[in-house]
């Protein structure tokens, strides 16, 4: 159980509370209902005009509404938002944007009702997840598309997945709620849908981070490469902190290898094996100020009007823009995708036929193919990822008749980057394939403690190639192994 609180969510605690259940503690209760009580009191005085509370919404501001008419406004506009299209959002995403959106709330500056966030809650505790669609956003005024498909459910409208079974909300058993003022754009107003993607891919890049380097390492093996630069002098007059902490960890990696300590014939190795500690740690410098960045946002407030009982203000502002997350999002990306660039570099160098490598790393060249067309496979999503990381933040478009005249895309650029950490797993399993392979063509000299017990592990779920067979199966069981087996060190 995980009482929610204004504490500060680090990436890793979110980790852990998604397998936890959720529950607000008392000042999340005192807060948000002294912010509900707050509001109530304002609605009193129909002289007054506040926006989404009592107008129309976007260009629509200027348009009163009625008291008697300010429960169906919140409704309307959960209705007539849920305009998302395309791919579904992944569960495990959904169940991200659910935490986020009552983490939002429990800061006691939205105006929303305990009911409504304990219905929320009841979603997340028994994985009843709502249907949402991957198009819709642009990233400003809120996730608003997605977050009007998570928010259906609770008028007992779209569908929800159960053990992953779609089924109509309203077979959930829950009595639909009547949305009060506020209420409906402070559930549609958010980054969550920007946030879930950022915190998903971060916590998956974090691990593809681990791999990168040991993957690189197992081909640094055979290659039959030079470890002079790793050498610390070298990493240390530079003073990028990743690009020591990858130096480090490659030498930690080999430590006690036959093969990196054995003399070598030439005196320098290309730059996908000499400049591992160059690129992986600047995609892990960039990791860092990203997971900042989303830490931030995951811990903010970002809907609109914000509510600020203790200062009897109710302000309209702009926290929902995406900005802060689109233009990392696509950094991000950019990042993510150079850990598989120079994966698909190591791996032609391990089946070009060098340094005493049999052509496609198959005893048997040209009767067999070996592992000819997996490079061809890792190139084609290398140049996809290529594609992927045209940044999306450089983009806007006019929305809601002018009043929405500037947008951050950073919902297309979330849904990129997924796309982009996706295919980077891909193409590291494919290398973790051609380099295991290659190393056999070192024996008898071992490798490195830590290898050897992977080469073990590894070896258990996917054969040496003697002979072609159906490399697609065997690319499949790598990507398995990246996602079951526990790295040491």
């Known amino acids: 159980m995980h009482f ?33 009580a707050y509001l109530d009191t304002k609605m009193q005085d129909k002289d007054k005009t506040y926006y989404g509370i009592n107008t129309g919404f976007g260009s629509l501001c200027n348009v009163k509404i009625s008291n008697e008419d300010i429960e169906q406004l919140q409704e309307n506009l959960v209705l007539s938002h849920a305009c998302g299209l395309g791919a579904e959002v992944p569960q495990e995403i959904v169940k991200i944007m659910l935490l986020l959106k009552i983490q939002n709330f429990v800061y006691g500056n939205s105006g929303i009702s305990l009911e ?19 198009l819709g956003s642009l990233g400003a005024s809120g996730d608003l598309a997605p977050l009007a498909h998570l928010s259906l459910p609770l008028l007992n409208k779209g569908e929800v997945s159960v053990n992953g079974t779609k089924i109509k909300s309203e077979e959930l058993g829950y009595t639909a709620l009547t949305l009060q003022s506020k209420e409906g754009l402070a559930l549609l107003n958010g980054t969550q849908f ?20 040991f993957i690189a390492a197992i081909s640094f093996e055979g290659y039959d490469a030079t470890l002079e630069p790793y050498t610390s002098q070298i990493h240390t007059i530079r003073n990028h902190q990743g690009q020591i902490d990858v130096a480090n960890n490659m030498l930690h990696i080999l430590n006690g290898s036959e093969i990196s300590t054995s003399p070598k014939t030439q005196v320098q190795d290309p730059y996908s094996f000499r400049c591992i500690p160059q690129v992986h740690g600047a995609t892990r410098d960039a990791v860092t100020h990203v997971e900042k ?18 200062d009897d203000l109710i302000l309209s502002g702009g926290n929902f823009h995406g900005q802060p997350l689109a ?20 791996t032609y160098l391990l089946i070009s036929g060098q340094r005493g490598l049999p052509p496609f790393l198959i005893q048997s060249a040209g009767l067999d ?26 983009d806007s478009i006019v929305s809601s008749n002018g009043q929405e005249d500037h947008v951050s895309m950073g919902a297309n650029a979330a849904t990129k980057l997924f796309e982009v950490v996706q295919n980077t797993e891909m193409v590291l399993a494919i290398e973790l394939l051609n380099a295991t392979q290659a190393i056999e063509f070192r024996r008898p000299k071992k490798s490195s403690p830590l290898i050897e017990k992977l080469l073990s592990a590894y070896r258990a779920e996917v054969p040496f190639m003697e002979k072609d067979r159906i490399v697609h199966n065997d690319i499949l069981s790598s990507i ?10």
């Not at 995951?298 to 609109?304: E, H, M, R």
């Not at 193919?369 to 933040?393: D, E």
Request: aromatic content about 8%; glycine content about 2%.
């Open 293 to 310: 960045i989303v830490t931030q946002e995951i811990n903010a407030v970002t809907d609109n009007p914000l509510i600020f009982p203790d």
């Open 327 to 346: 233009i990392n999002l696509d950094y991000l990306a950019i990042a993510v995708a150079e850990l598989a660039n120079i994966s698909e570099r190591r």
């Open 480 to 489: 398995a192994f990246l996602n079951t087996y526990k790295l040491e060190g």
């Open 369 to 394: 193919s070996g592992l000819m067309i997996a490079q061809y496979t890792a190139a084609s999503i290398v140049s996809k990822n290529k594609q992927l990381c045209t940044p999306a933040s450089v």
């Open 194 to 213: 920007m946030s879930s993607y950022a915190v998903w891919c971060l916590l998956k890049i974090k691990k593809l981070l681990q791999w990168a380097d």
């Open 116 to 134: 409504v966030v304990n219905r929320l809650i009841a979603y997340y505790n028994n994985d009843m997840l709502p249907v949402v669609y991957q």
């Open 4 to 36: 929610l609180n204004t504490n500060v969510l680090s990436l890793d605690q979110l980790s852990e509370i998604l397998s936890q259940h959720i529950v607000l503690d008392e000042s999340s209760i005192h807060n948000i209902s002294k912010c509900r």
